[in-house]
């Protein structure tokens, strides 16, 4: 396993685990366990999501995580996370045309989410999805020939190569 800083935000670090050495098509790889410390107290938490942490909101509101082998990127309050009882989940599926979803970045604000929809390995498309969280609705913003991958994002649309 490899264990490293997956964000830091004023109050907390949150820490994962990833595990190494696995073969086969794996398109997205993600810590499968998150612990989260708290910097001004003795205390430390771990988050229980269903799949892969992708991404953490800076204002600690906020966990995205996938499933390998699904085209589902589930969103969920982090106190539902910490305290888990299986309330305040919300699900986003990539179309059905897709095999694999993943790469889930939050916006700056937690307002959006990106996430990369992709076929693989044999014809190997992708496309970038944002989500309003507000409302729900997914946009297709650019789709390839090749895997995407989100690099940040500029406002309210992730930057990506």
């Keep these: 396993y490899r264990t490293f800083v997956l964000e830091t935000t004023s109050n907390y670090a949150y820490l ?4 190494t050495g696995l073969s086969g098509y794996l398109p997205f790889l993600g810590p499968w366990e998150v612990v989260r ?4 107290e003795p205390d430390f938490k771990i988050l ?6 992708e991404d953490i909101s ?3 509101s906020k966990v995205a995580s996938s499933m390998e082998f699904t085209t589902g990127i589930a969103v969920m309050d982090v106190t539902q996370a910490l305290y888990p ?13 897709f095999a694999y979803a993943g ?10 989410l990106a996430y990369i929809a992709l076929n693989g390995p044999d ?3 992708s496309a970038i999805y944002v989500v309003d969280l507000a409302t729900g609705t997914q946009t297709e913003l650019v789709r390839q020939a090749s895997q995407l991958h989100i690099t940040g994002w500029d406002g309210d649309v992730p930057t990506y190569e």
């Design 85 to 97: 009882n299986g309330a305040n989940l919300t699900l986003f599926n990539a179309p059905d045309e």
């Design 48 to 53: 229980t999501v269903n799949g892969l942490v």
């Design 37 to 40: 410390v708290n910097l001004t």
């Design 123 to 125: 014809n190997e498309t």
């Design 103 to 112: 790469d889930a970045t939050f916006s700056n604000d937690a307002s959006h």
């Design 58 to 60: 800076f204002d600690d």
């Design 16 to 19: 994962a685990l990833e595990p």
